[in-house]
C-alpha cells in the first residue's frame, strides 16, 4: 500500500519561509518522479514543482526563484523549501508521486499517487 505523508504546513507571515516534508512508503522510490501542487480555496489543484529522481527540478512559473524541491532517495523523502511567502501561497499542499524516471508530473493527470495534503496559510 503506497502512503506519501506530508508534514511542515502551518501559518506564517508574508516574507517567512517554511519546509514541506513528504514521506513515500509502498514503493519504490528512485522508480518515481516526485511533485508538489497545491490547490487553494475555489481552484483548481495547480503544479508547483517536481523533481526527477537524478534530482533536476522543475517549477511553475509563480515559485521559481522562491521555493526549492529536493529528494533524498535514502530516506524516500521529498522536500519543497519555501522563502519569502507570500499570501497568494496560500493553500493545501499535496504530495505527488508519477511511476518513471524520467516523466513529468505538470498536470494532476499525470500522478499516479497522492499525499493527504497539508494546510499553508500566508497572512500579511
Known amino acids: 500500500q503506497v502512503q506519501l505523508v506530508e508534514s511542515g504546513g502551518g501559518l506564517v507571515q508574508t516574507g517567512a519561509s517554511l519546509r514541506l516534508s513528504c514521506a513515500a512508503s509502498?514503493?519504490?522510490?528512485?522508480?518515481?518522479?516526485m511533485g508538489w501542487f497545491r490547490q487553494a480555496p475555489g481552484k483548481e489543484r495547480e503544479f508547483v514543482a517536481y523533481?526527477?529522481?537524478?534530482?533536476?527540478?522543475f517549477y511553475a512559473d509563480l515559485v521559481k526563484g522562491r521555493f526549492t524541491i529536493s529528494r533524498d532517495n535514502d530516506k524516500n523523502t521529498v522536500y519543497l523549501q519555501m522563502n519569502s511567502l507570500e499570501s497568494e501561497d496560500t493553500a493545501i499542499y499535496y504530495c505527488?508521486?508519477?511511476?518513471?524516471?524520467?516523466?513529468?508530473?505538470?498536470?494532476?493527470?499525470?500522478?499516479?499517487?497522492w499525499g493527504q495534503g497539508t494546510q499553508v496559510t500566508v497572512s500579511s
Open positions: 505527488a508521486a508519477r511511476r518513471g524516471v524520467l516523466t513529468s508530473v505538470v498536470a494532476p493527470g499525470f500522478v499516479d499517487y
Open positions: 523533481i526527477w529522481t537524478g534530482g533536476r527540478p
Open positions: 509502498g514503493l519504490t522510490f528512485k522508480n518515481y518522479v
